[in-house]
């Protein structure tokens, strides 16, 4: 596999002990302890976190993270719980993103991305499961549905980041760009008020608030991103031979609702259902009610119900 680029913290043993700190925190409060698989893979170490994964479960869920992200946001307070179906999850910690993975990422346009994600669910004993994405990791999903469509039972994509390209419209850039330039907790606050949650109907409690503003904080200002960002896949849609869910917020600003539908409908030639969910902003994968749809849909379809 060619390796596009490097990303990496800028002090490597510091920068990980902040991390593992923040993730002891969200323990803490969740009040449960991840699992870790550290696997070696053609991206070099990809870390996963698991839950359940360890019991005589019939399904497993795979959850790929969006962009500047680790996929641990997906339970905040706990929200893996409003699947409200006991599975193997496994949270993939994706490389080149701010997280225990190694930094080495594909060139994003080719289909390795794809041949990786095969590789991370063969190692963790998986020859078939959901998959789930946000935003970047919905892209990691479809090129999955690609390459091995085989290992994919039903694929959800969450506000996913491939199939427009990233909104310019003057206010996503303006609330995007505001903490890259200036990293500060309360610019950090601001784009996540306006372009990621739509309050009060799409929220955080403020402890889990407060840990993404940390850890964007830290992600923006201490990690080295070299990462390729989602891009349209266009024909390379048409592609996929997985069955497929779309799930997208109505307030989401950074890929307008209605070109992702659109373009759903027109290259997901496996694509079972669009649900849209009013006044949900970007950060879809927080939110209840999109975590009820994805476990309900994995229920009914399960061999133990």
């Not at 870790?36 to 359940?52: D, F, I, K, N």
């Not at 992600?219 to 349209?232: E, F």
């Not at 996929?240 to 779309?246: I, R, S």
């Amino acid at each position: 596999m060619h390796i596009q680029s490097r990303s990496s913290f800028k002090d490597e043993s510091a920068d990980r002990s902040y991390f593992e700190n923040w993730v002891d925190r969200l323990e803490a409060h969740n009040g449960r302890k991840y699992e870790r698989y550290a696997l070696e893979t053609a991206l070099g170490t990809t870390h996963v976190w698991g839950l359940h994964t360890n019991e005589d479960l019939a399904d497993a869920l795979v959850i790929f993270p969006g962009a500047r992200t680790t996929s641990l946001i997906w339970d905040f307070d706990r929200g893996l719980d409003n699947l409200r179906h006991r599975m193997k999850i496994f949270l993939v910690e994706t490389n080149g993103l701010p997280n225990l993975s190694s930094g080495a990422t594909p060139n994003i346009k080719s289909l390795d991305y794809g041949t990786w994600a095969a590789e991370v669910m063969r190692k963790l004993g998986l020859a078939k499961a959901y998959v789930a994405g946000a935003s970047f990791g919905g892209l990691i999903c479809m090129k999955l549905g690609i390459t091995n469509p085989e290992m994919i039972q039903s694929a959800f994509l969450l506000n996913p980041g491939c199939l427009q390209p990233f909104s310019i419209s003057p206010k996503n850039l303006y609330y995007n760009i505001l903490p890259l330039v200036s990293p500060s907790s309360r610019n950090v606050s601001t784009f996540l008020d306006r372009a990621i949650f739509a309050k009060p109907t799409h929220q955080l409690s403020a402890f889990s608030e407060q840990m993404l503003i940390d850890y964007e904080v830290f992600a923006i200002s201490r990690y080295q991103d070299k990462t390729q960002k989602p891009y349209y896949m266009k024909q390379q849609l048409d592609e996929v031979k997985a069955e497929t869910y779309l799930l997208l917020g109505d307030k989401d600003l950074l890929f307008p609702t209605k070109n992702s539908f659109e373009n759903g409908k027109k290259h997901l030639k496996y694509l079972r259902e669009t649900v849209v969910f009013p006044n949900v902003g970007h950060g879809i994968e927080t939110y209840a009610q999109a975590m009820h749809f994805i476990g309900d849909k994995i229920k009914a379809n399960s061999p133990r119900n």
